[in-house]
């Protein structure tokens, strides 16, 4: 493994029109939220709006890791509360027939250090979705793919189950040969499978203190990797994939690592175009802590209340030593904020960070 680079702003580079298409990003997203307030009669999410699990337990930092590794929330050992909710990521509320790309968001609670800009209470958010690499390599470039989802928010879900079962057709050949097509996936083509087997990645990169990284979320425990890639047919279950959460959880435990891969080369690692998986076989994704979910109800309607309507997961939730890195993350900075907003005002309930009692650290944090 190469050594690690030490963060250095010119790893960025923030494009002259980046503000119009900022603002251009949270016209859409109202126009899919306004979309599905007046389908639903409630305010949901403009992305990832459907939940199938809503998660808590306790994030454990592991022990002696490498300076480079040994960074921010990852300074020293110690244990957190986490909450984790699992997702899909259209912004309308769909059955899971219609099989698209899956999310995991993290909270990880009473994190010290210094917070980014904006950044209330003392959680560390982590973004993520079940690929490598983001689907557009900017914010400029999704904003096209963005706008045809809004176009779309009204489409009749028959004509959108009748789409993804065609698109799962043709990425299940297109697998067979040992390739995958993001851009199917993408549009409904998902394989219907467990989404508690999923490795979940952050795509994009940020600070890890001192050096740059992307991050994982990866199954350990046997009842989950035996999910990896496992059938689960959903056809007639329109919460087929909340339902399968709620069965795992309600007879087994869940441990996950949280991975981190560092930046070692700025030529095959870049940190603005977030579509280029960084490769493993430079940098692979190194255990730095974790995760631990006790057997519990998955699903709950004071879970919905206090964990799903209650909170907001976003990557600039966190400390400067984790400040999101690249075009994807800047534009995340502008539109999650107006997204969250649109949900407490529509739904008149207060959207907040939650806090608890200090975590257990064996160690002052390091710098």
């Not at 690592?257 to 960084?278: C, F, G, I, N, Y």
Request: aromatic content about 6%; hydrophobic content about 40%; overall charge negative.
């Amino acid at each position: 493994m190469q050594a690690p680079i030490r963060f250095d702003p010119s790893l960025e580079s923030v494009q002259p029109d980046e503000e119009e298409v900022q603002a251009e990003m949270i016209r859409v997203f109202e126009k899919i939220q306004t979309t599905t307030l007046k389908d639903y009669g409630h305010a949901v999410r403009g992305v990832h709006a459907k939940s199938h699990g809503l998660l808590t337990g306790q994030l454990t930092v592991l022990p002696d890791l490498p300076a480079p590794l040994a960074q921010g929330l990852c300074a020293a050992p110690g244990t957190y509360d986490v909450v984790l909710r699992l997702s899909t990521n259209p912004g309308d509320i769909l059955d899971d027939s219609v099989s698209t790309p899956r999310g995991l968001a993290v909270k990880v609670i009473g994190v010290p250090g210094e917070r980014l800009p904006g950044a209330e209470g003392d959680t560390q958010d982590f973004v993520m979705a079940n690929a490598p690499a983001f689907t557009a390599p900017d914010a400029k470039t999704f904003l096209r793919s963005l706008k045809l989802l809004a176009a779309t928010t009204d489409t009749p879900q028959v004509f959108k189950k009748v789409f993804s079962a065609a698109l799962r057709g043709i990425e299940s050949a297109i697998e067979a040969v040992g390739a995958k097509s993001p851009t199917l996936i993408g549009l409904g083509g998902h394989p219907e499978t467990h989404i508690l087997g999923e490795t979940f990645y952050s795509q994009a990169a940020l600070r890890w203190g001192d050096y740059v990284a992307k991050v994982a979320v990866a199954p350990v425990s046997p009842a989950l990797t035996a999910l990896t890639g496992a059938p689960l047919n959903v056809n007639g279950k329109p919460n087929g994939l909340r339902e399968a959460v709620s069965a795992f959880f309600s007879a087994h435990e869940g441990v996950w690592e949280l991975r981190a891969q560092l930046l070692t080369d700025r030529e095959t690692m870049p940190v603005e175009d977030a579509s280029k998986p960084w490769p493993e076989e430079t940098s692979p994704y190194v255990p730095v802590a974790r995760i631990v979910i006790a057997p519990q109800e998955s699903w709950s309607d004071e879970k919905v209340r206090r964990l799903d309507e209650g909170l907001a997961f976003s990557p600039w939730h966190g400390i400067a030593a984790h400040r999101p890195l690249g075009s994807v993350m800047r534009a995340r900075r502008a539109v999650y904020p107006r997204s969250a907003g649109f949900r407490a005002r529509h739904n008149g309930c207060p959207i907040h960070e939650p806090t608890c009692q200090a975590p257990t650290r064996q160690e002052p944090t390091r710098a």
